[in-house]
C-alpha cells in the first residue's frame, strides 16, 4: 500500500515447489496452492509483475522436461488473462536447446536470461509482452559477492538497448547482494538507459554496508561474532 502505483513485485515460488518436489504436480500441488492464497492481495491488487520459478540445478532437461510442461498445464490460472507473467530460471545447461525455447514461447513464458558462470548469457525473447534479466556476479567462491565494474555495466546497457524493440518491458534485477553491490549496480544501469531514482539515494559508506551484512574488512569483527 505504501509503494508507488506504478512499483509492481515479483514473486519467486517456494523452494519447497521448485527444489524439493521438482514441479512434480502432485506432490507440489497443495504447497502452490498455498502459497498463491497467500498472495491473492497483491495479484488482486494488481501489484505482480511475475512469478519467478527459479529451478536448481538438478532440475535437468532429460529428468524433467515433463515436470514442467505438466505444471504449467496444470497452472491454476489463464496465463493468457493475468495481469502477470511466469518466468522460468534454469540454471543446469541442458536447458540450452531450442526445443525448450521453442516451448517457452509457445506457452508464451518468460525465460530468465541469467548472468552467472554455469550458464551463457542468452537474452533470449520468449514472451514479447515482457522480458526478464537476473545479474548475478561473476564471484571466484560465491556468485553473489561481485560487483559489475562500469564498463560491463555500459556493455549489458547496450546489449539490452537492442532487443528493447522486441519486448514491451523488460524487467532488470540484480542479485549481487554483496556489500550494497546489487542497489549501486542497478543504479548505474539506470543511468545508462537513460533513467533516474525517484529520490536520490541515501549515501552511506560501504563499511556501514559491511557491518549490516556481515561482511566486514580484513582484520574487524562484526557484532554477531561476539554473541555466545
Known amino acids: 500500500k505504501k509503494t508507488p502505483s506504478?512499483?509492481?513485485?515479483?514473486a519467486k515460488l517456494p523452494e519447497i515447489v521448485t527444489h524439493k518436489h521438482k514441479l512434480a504436480i502432485d506432490d507440489a500441488w497443495t504447497p502452490l496452492m498455498n502459497f498463491l492464497e497467500a498472495m491473492e492481495p497483491m495479484t488482486q491488487a494488481k501489484k505482480l509483475l511475475a512469478f519467478l520459478i527459479q529451478l536448481p540445478p538438478s532440475f535437468r532437461k532429460d529428468r524433467h522436461f515433463t515436470n514442467l510442461k505438466e505444471f504449467i498445464a496444470n497452472w491454476p490460472e489463464d496465463?493468457?488473462?493475468t495481469d502477470y507473467h511466469l518466468v522460468v530460471e534454469f540454471r543446469h545447461t541442458s536447458w540450452m536447446?531450442?526445443?525448450?525455447?521453442?516451448?517457452?514461447k509457445e506457452q508464451q513464458l518468460t525465460y530468465c536470461s541469467v548472468i552467472e558462470p554455469d550458464l551463457p548469457p542468452r537474452l533470449d525473447i520468449t514472451n514479447p509482452n515482457f522480458s526478464y534479466i537476473r545479474f548475478h556476479g561473476?564471484?571466484?567462491k560465491i556468485w553473489f559477492d561481485y560487483e559489475f565494474k562500469e564498463e560491463e555495466i555500459k556493455e549489458w546497457a547496450r546489449k539490452i538497448q537492442e532487443i528493447q524493440k522486441d519486448a514491451n518491458r523488460i524487467g532488470i534485477y540484480f542479485n549481487n547482494h554483496f556489500s550494497g553491490y546489487a542497489?549501486?549496480?542497478?543504479l548505474m544501469m539506470m543511468k545508462e538507459l537513460g533513467g533516474a531514482p525517484r529520490k536520490e539515494p541515501k549515501a552511506v559508506q560501504l563499511l556501514d554496508i559491511q557491518k549490516q551484512s556481515g561482511k566486514v574488512s580484513k582484520g574487524q569483527m562484526s557484532l554477531d561474532k561476539f554473541i555466545k
Open 97 to 104: 536447446v531450442e526445443e525448450v525455447f521453442d516451448y517457452l
Open 79 to 81: 496465463l493468457a488473462h
Open 6 to 10: 506504478n512499483f509492481l513485485f515479483t
Open 138 to 140: 561473476y564471484g571466484e
Open 183 to 186: 542497489a549501486k549496480n542497478a
